[in-house]
């Protein structure tokens, strides 16, 4: 069997250039969010591997929010207000995998990815099929 080959790709959101790292061919998209700052091919790279390898049943999209990684800086605020920074990101990765052709995944969200991922689900209850939080608080503030 052929290994899968990274690919990387940029999607145009809100004015703002954003990167991507997928990797496999699967029947299932799989968007993976890092955490605070972290480049999503740094930290997520062994999800790509193993999720993204020849024969899986995902292909894995590994997006860097705004000013993370690859993708481009943008003004955000990191206050806790109403429109929190992360819901911010998740609005962007809901965008980006329409952006990609994809109108149902499957969540995995490490560190601060983790509460854009639960802001994803919230925000588009048809979309996401499902969310794994990985490293995430789940005691929130109440502007979250």
């Given amino acids: ?23 496999g061919n699967g029947p299932n998209p799989l968007l993976c969010i890092p955490g605070a700052t972290a480049p999503s091919h740094w930290v997520l790279s062994l999800q790509l591997e193993y999720f993204g390898r020849s024969g899986s049943e995902y292909t894995v999209i590994a997006f860097d929010p705004r000013g993370y990684g690859h993708s481009k800086l943008a003004p955000r605020t990191y206050s806790m207000t109403p429109e929190h920074h992360t819901k911010i990101d998740a609005r ?49 503030t109440e502007y979250e």
Avoid at 2 to 8: A, F, I, S, V
Avoid at 98 to 114: A, H, I, M, N, T
Wanted: hydrophobic share 45%; aromatic share 10%; glycine share 10%.
């Fill in 1 to 23: 069997m052929m290994e899968e080959q990274l690919r990387e790709v940029k999607v145009s959101v809100n004015g703002v250039e954003l990167h991507c790292n997928i990797k």
């Fill in 92 to 140: 962007d990765a809901h965008q980006v995998m329409e952006s990609l052709g994809y109108d149902k995944y499957l969540v995995l969200g490490w560190c601060d990815g983790g509460i854009t991922a639960i802001y994803l689900a919230a925000l588009f209850p048809d979309a996401v099929k499902g969310v794994v939080l990985w490293g995430s608080r789940v005691r929130y």
